[in-house]
């Protein structure tokens, strides 16, 4: 993430990988702050056997896309609510890569945190049957508690 005051928004990604078993690192690595450690940590992210980064950042969000321009590894963007625009502008920042460099761009907020940890869960579990069966086991227990709402009426 591209600072610490991203954390509340970037956790959501961290429970989830918790929760799946997924091995996994959190770190502050901002493009605009840190040019040359964002540099290493894309250089080094291929030969560590890192199979996705989760990059979350708010405002002028370069982040998602600079590890993306020096990393074959995937990117999943996470736009963070930015004070003044919302996350508008960081989810423009994201989705907006020019052609050749993706970045697989997630909702702002939670539960774009959540979902792009889903989106690399469900990517690992094509190479992992056990990690699949987990996720097949969030899946429907996600539809029995959707099953199982009520209303005040
Ligand atoms: N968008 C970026 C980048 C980057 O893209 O390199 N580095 C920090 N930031 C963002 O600046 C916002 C405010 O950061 P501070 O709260 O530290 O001032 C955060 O949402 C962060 O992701």
């Known amino acids: 993430m591209g600072s610490s005051s991203d954390w509340d928004t970037m956790q959501h990604a961290v429970q989830m990988l918790t929760h799946f078993g997924v091995a996994h690192e959190a770190r502050v690595v901002s493009a605009h702050r840190m ?3 964002l540099f290493a940590y894309a250089e ?3 030969p560590r ?3 996705a980064i989760i990059a979350g ?3 002028a969000a370069h982040l998602p896309g600079m590890l993306a321009a020096k990393t074959t590894v995937p990117v999943l963007g996470v736009p963070v609510a930015s004070r003044h625009l919302q996350g508008v502008d960081s989810l423009h920042s994201i989705v907006q890569m020019p052609k050749g460099i993706p970045v697989a761009t997630f909702a702002i907020g939670d539960a774009g945190a959540a979902n792009a940890a889903l989106f690399a869960v469900s990517m690992l579990a094509l190479h992992d049957p056990d990690l699949a069966t987990r996720l097949h086991a969030f899946r429907a227990a996600q539809t029995e508690a959707a099953r199982a709402m009520t209303l005040p009426v």
């Open 35 to 37: 040019p040359d450690d």
């Open 44 to 46: 080094q992210a291929g």
């Open 49 to 51: 056997g890192l199979q």
């Open 57 to 59: 950042a708010g405002g």
